[in-house]
């Protein structure tokens, strides 16, 4: 039974509870509400959760356990000789899933009678052909391991399926039934029903838990992986970056690393002095009029998607340099894409981010630091350098902190304007790359996904993870520390 | 104490409120020099933002323009309708193959009637002008209309993109000398066939509203299935997002007590914001498509990543929402003897869904534009050439979507494309603005001041 179904049932079992719950509720107390100890409609809400609640879940935790539980099975079918040389037990279980998903496909399409396609011999008939006109197209012969595995596959989630229906639904009945049972004029379902919300509510509120042990998990497991097929100490003490997906790669960070800091020293070196004076401006010489205008004209640099960016980059900075430091001209430039062309850029976009944050600082200066500064004869320029920013620099710090956290995960513009050779270089004119443009190069080439080729990316991004984190933690913590308390 | 006069040594210097000392006049200066240096760097910012979005429109408005050729084909009977039944089904037997000829055909009657003077010889000479699509557009025509075969129909055929930068001026005599899609021959023809309106240019609703092409094809591609898969995603973003994250908001600001668990969900939730985006591409692919087995470059796994990565956006608006309403309202419910739960769902989520629903939306625009996750779960390198089915086939059969499709013709080698980027880029940010104006009429409109 299809999972659409299966919750399309729960989800009409919950609306008979309901009506069920709150009549029965009613009936209950002789037609007298005031008998009852909450509103009729919390009755039935009571037995719409007892139903729908376990049941859901029990079909969330089925849809996940039951590929592994299958995938295990199939597995240990599968002989050592049945993996041919140079191929990895992963592309072979793709190669039984694809064929016990043709298979199901032909037997829908009615290619295949049901026990036919049970009963199918490698020899006895043209596997191949018959999956093909279902619209599966397996790469190689299948050979009777794979078509053993590919048939325990099948049989197990066809048994899988019905358990799961039958589990769900079960469970759907039982708990709506059990809630039906307590349903009584004095049973506190408002109580009860609260109880629930909450549950529901905390378990919301998890998901934040729950997204970051994914990342972690996600970025851990494939780093672990990488590092068993490919030394850790090469891939921090290495400088050359060179992968080649038939092997013998060196995948050393130190260029990327150099190239991702390099990009963001120059996109810091543009937005920090703009953005700081533009703040400073806004906050204590801009009249409302004026600030009404320049703050959100500024603040639509920030909106406007990375892609607009790096297009920019791509296809009007980078052209734009090259006439001018280019061969035409100075003679120091290869190409439109380079380290400076994506720092400008990046630079632009990160204006907004440092000016909104630091106005905002700024403006948490009390006036009363300000009035005691013009009282002793300082002018509004000495005043702003020497009272409000120094009263203003750990959260200005933490701001720039955040910014080049920013610039250093920042993916499209470096995509399409930083260039893709791996070299250590100081000329900002060279084409450099950088962490994040690497692990969209290596996750979206050919790579088979257990080669150390892709598996660097997970690597990469678990450098960038630690980062990116540790960047935002220290400028929190900054800010925390340094704060003036003022009151 | 005695009246002593300080007589010697230099006379004190004479300023006094009228006249202006060296010092003052320094810093006076430096005060309009730091003056001057603020709005510079507003006018920086202006500046760049000026520029920015004049590259846009300049590069892209084009994109909306598309040049035809008005060619009357002449649909032979012998050719594309033998036994002369007009049965459709027999009719689609004859391939595109068999309509570029008589196209080709039509287009050199064209050109001899116009009397233009050219060294080319026959209708082969010219199938450079046309775009590679027109056989199909006119097959498509054919077979929807059979009992017009043998007639001559007027059509309005794509030019190839070539002839079409032509006339936007981005291909020229001198940059196609190397060229061997189109040849100067062809431009002169073009020139005279522009002059008799056969060659002209219009509206290109097939840029918005059509699918991508192949390579080969810019002058046939358009926006409209990767805009239906950005919707799609967008549609997951909505159900998924906005009932967790106002759950997840409505836990922490009115329910959740002061300990550990709530302190480590609320940095959680702080850190998840700075996370850059493209580690949620890596979750999204390792979680999703690694392990749950998702269908690669399908837009429900697109919006399924983009909804944990707007939930940092929308908890911390929602919160904010929810603690501009005032305490007094749920004292107040309180006191009539509500429950929590009651006060909390009944009088303070009514109102604080206007800024929660800006919230959302700025989380969804946010998103709309994302494009980094979406290069890590598959969706560029697809050519996105199929409208999807049904709305089942829309969350699950792979897609582009609108990011990932501008990304994908920046990619390309031809120029022709960029072009197609930029045009891309104005309808991306025309949809940014909307949803913008229309968060900031919620906040104007709803929005109550306590």
Redo the contacts between chains.
Sequence with gaps: MPVLWLILIVLALAVAGFIAGRARAISGAGDDRRALHSLPNYYGWNVAMKAMVPAFLALVIW??AQ?FIVNTKATSLLPETAIPEGSTLGLVMSDV?RVADGLDLAVEQGLLGASEAADLTVTGSDIRATLGSAGVAVGSEISPEILAAAQSYRSSNATGNLLRSLVVIGLALVGGALALAQTKPDFRA?NAV?RG??A??????????L??I??V???V??TIEFFRIYPASEFFGSFTWSPSFGGGSQLGIWPLLWGTLYISLIALLVSV??????A???S??AGPKFRSV?KP??E??A??????????A???VGPLLLSVFGRDGLGWMQAGTAVMTAGLVMG?ML??FV?SLSDDIINAVPQSLRDGSYGLGA????T??QVILPAALPGIVGAIL?AA??A?????IV??GAGAAARLSLNPFDAMTTV?AK??SQ??GDAD?ASPEALV??AL?MT??VM??GL??FA?YIVRKYREQYD | MTDATYTGGKEPAKHGLLTVDARTKKRNASEKRFRLYGLAAIGAGVFFLVVLLSAIISNGIGAFQQTFIEVPVYLEEAKLDKTGNRDPAEMAKVSTFGYSPLIQNSLWKVVVDSGAETPLEDGGDVKQMISASAAAKVRDWVLANPDRVGETVDFQILASSRVDGYLKGRVSRESIAQDKNIDAEHLDLVDVLREQGVVHKSFNWEFITGADASESRAEQAGLGVSMLGSLFMMITVLLLALPIGVAASIYLEEFAPTNRFTDFIEVNISNLAAVPSIVFGILGLAAFIQFAHLPQSAPIVGGLTLTLMTLPTIVISTRAALKAVPPSIRDAALGVGASKMQATFHHVLPLAMPGILTGTIIGLAQALGETAPLLLIGMVGYIATNYPEGVFSGFLSPNSAMPAQIYEWAKRADPAYYERAWGGIIILLLFLLAMNLIAIVLRRKFERRW
Excluded: D, H
């Design positions: 849809l996940i590929p899933r408002r609260e919300i909450r529901i509510l905390v378990g919301a509120a998890s998901l934040a838990i997204t970051t994914g990342i998990l996600s970025l497991f494939n002095p703009i953005g700081l004076f533009a400073v401006y806004l204590e010489y320049a004209a500024l639509l640099l909106g406007i998607p990375t892609i607009v960016y790096g297009l920019f791509l296809l009007t632009i204006i907004p000016s002018t509004k320029s000495e702003i350098k955040l956290s920013r250093i995960g920042e993916t499209m995509v399409l994040t692990i969209v996750l979206t996904f990316a997970f991004g960038l993870f990116t984190l935002n933690v929190l």
